[in-house]
């Protein structure tokens, strides 16, 4: 959608049509994802840029930065610390009071214009996603999503490049912008259940220099930004690994203050996470770099035998998709990975028997 400002001293917003309102009850603790742009980043203005209104109540929220003059996505957590209540400098919004306007949702209102003056603005790939209890990215097949913010270029999904194939990465652009990767909406919404746990990824940069050092991860919801310090860089031309507490620890400090972060503060940022942001680079100058394998705790494929569809019990469900990755109906890259249930390479007949008695167990 296009839009053209007429400079007219009003804000213009965009407004959703009847298919993404009505009962949304089930995005709850899922995202609102949008792209957004304009056509010139000068005289900017700030007023509130999200309005969600139902259930006899309106909701409002703020994006973390204005769009480029290229294509931003954005993802906005649908869940509480995202959200105020009633006006934008209202109160946060509970779990009961997002619930009650998704519930019957009667509009939403995406902010068209950034510029005092005249514009013209654009939005693409709105979509309302739904909570995923566990989510990861193996990029096995594509980027999954993913973007970047900073000074990129190429921005890619790799089927070569990866740990083992399959990662998502960029080239920088070399404008002394510091480039990150940009966590997907399934990754956001409510994560208070991974507090204790850890955020797992991989890093490759084809460049390192020790000048580099800092901060490697930053998490923000419920109006707080948390900046992790990794103890170590990447190695340069290698995978590197990193297990990030979820935890309070001497790496972890408040973006606004530096201070030390409190359970209470990091419980709150997991409860309303609303961007995930990693570090990419760590090199002046050119440099390339991926990212590979991101995850909560043990999230991931085949992370409970027999649960192939991943919903936390073994039923008839995956039975059936067990059933029709055999006969080759069911083609799902994941799904083929789990369907091996006695450990031998292959899927046939011998993975039945141990379907059933994970199914008699449960």
Same mark, same amino acid.
């Given at each position: 959608?296009?839009?053209?400002?007429?400079?007219?001293?009003?804000?213009?917003?965009?407004?959703?049509?009847?298919p993404?309102?009505?009962?949304k009850?089930v995005?709850?603790?899922?995202?609102?994802?949008f792209?957004l742009?304009?056509?010139?980043?000068?005289?900017?203005?700030?007023?509130e840029d999200?309005?969600?209104?139902?259930?006899?109540?309106?909701l409002y929220?703020?994006l973390f930065?204005?769009p480029?003059?290229?294509?931003?996505?954005?993802?906005?957590?649908?869940?509480?610390?995202?959200?105020?209540?009633?006006?934008?400098?209202?109160?946060f919004?509970?779990?009961?009071?997002i619930?009650?306007?998704l519930?019957?949702?009667?509009a939403?209102?995406i902010?068209?214009?950034y510029?005092?003056?005249?514009?013209?603005d654009?939005?693409?790939?709105?979509?309302?996603?739904?909570?995923?209890p566990?989510?990861?990215?193996y990029?096995?097949?594509?980027?999954?999503?993913?973007t970047?913010?900073?000074?990129?270029?190429?921005?890619?999904?790799?089927?070569?490049?990866g740990n083992?194939?399959?990662?998502f990465?960029?080239?920088?652009l070399?404008?002394?912008?510091l480039?990150?990767?940009v966590a997907?909406?399934k990754f956001?919404?409510?994560?208070?259940?991974?507090?204790?746990s850890?955020?797992?990824?991989d890093?490759?940069?084809?460049?390192?220099?020790?000048?580099?050092?800092?901060?490697i991860?930053?998490?923000r919801g419920s109006?707080?930004?948390?900046?992790? /310090?990794?103890?170590? +860089?990447?190695?340069?031309?290698?995978?590197t690994?990193y #297990? %990030?507490?979820l935890?309070? *620890?001497?790496?972890w400090?408040?973006?606004d203050?530096?201070d030390?972060?409190?359970?209470?503060?990091?419980?709150?940022?997991?409860?309303g996470l609303?961007?995930?942001?990693?570090r990419g680079e760590?090199w002046?100058?050119?440099d390339?770099?991926?990212?590979?394998?991101?995850?909560?705790?043990?999230?991931g494929p085949?992370i409970?035998?027999g649960?192939?569809?991943?919903?936390?019990?073994?039923?008839?469900?995956?039975?059936?998709?067990l059933?029709a990755?055999?006969?080759?109906?069911?083609?799902d890259a994941?799904?083929? /990975?789990?369907a091996? +249930?006695?450990?031998?390479?292959?899927?046939?007949?011998? #993975? %039945?028997?141990?379907?059933? *008695?994970?199914l008699?167990c449960?």
């Open positions: 959608m296009r839009h053209v400002d007429q400079s007219d001293g009003e804000t213009s917003f965009w407004s959703a049509p009847a993404f309102l009505g009962d009850s995005a709850l603790g899922g995202a609102l994802r792209d742009r304009q056509n010139s980043t000068s005289s900017q203005y700030n007023t999200l309005i969600l209104s139902g259930g006899g109540l309106l929220s703020d930065s204005h480029g003059t290229t294509w931003t996505r954005f993802y906005v957590a649908l869940a509480p610390g995202t959200w105020r209540l009633g006006a934008p400098a209202g109160p919004a509970s779990s009961a009071e619930l009650q306007v519930s019957n949702l009667d939403i209102y902010r068209a214009e510029r005092s003056g005249a514009d013209t654009g939005l693409d790939n709105v979509r309302i996603t739904e909570a995923d566990c989510p990861y990215s990029f096995d097949a594509s980027s999954e999503n993913w970047t913010v900073g000074d990129t270029t190429n921005v890619m999904w790799s089927d070569t490049m083992p194939p399959g990662s990465g960029a080239v920088d070399v404008q002394g912008i480039w990150e990767y997907p909406g956001l919404g409510d994560r208070s259940a991974f507090f204790g850890t955020l797992s990824f890093l490759y940069t084809n460049r390192v220099d020790a000048e580099h050092a800092g901060q991860v930053s998490m109006g707080l930004t948390l900046q992790y /310090e990794a103890p170590m +860089l990447p190695v340069e031309d290698q995978w690994r #297990d %990030i507490p935890e309070p *620890s001497e790496f400090t408040r973006g203050t530096g030390p972060v409190t359970p209470q503060e990091f419980n709150a940022v997991l409860s609303s961007r995930i942001s990693i760590y002046s100058g050119d390339t770099g991926f990212i590979d394998n991101v995850h909560f705790g043990d999230c085949c409970r035998p649960d192939l569809d991943r919903s936390n019990t073994i039923d008839a469900a995956d039975l059936m998709i059933a990755v055999l006969v080759e109906n069911d083609t994941e799904h083929i /990975e789990c091996d +249930l006695n450990n031998d390479n292959v899927i046939d007949g011998l #993975d %039945i028997a141990p379907m059933v *008695s994970l008699l449960e």
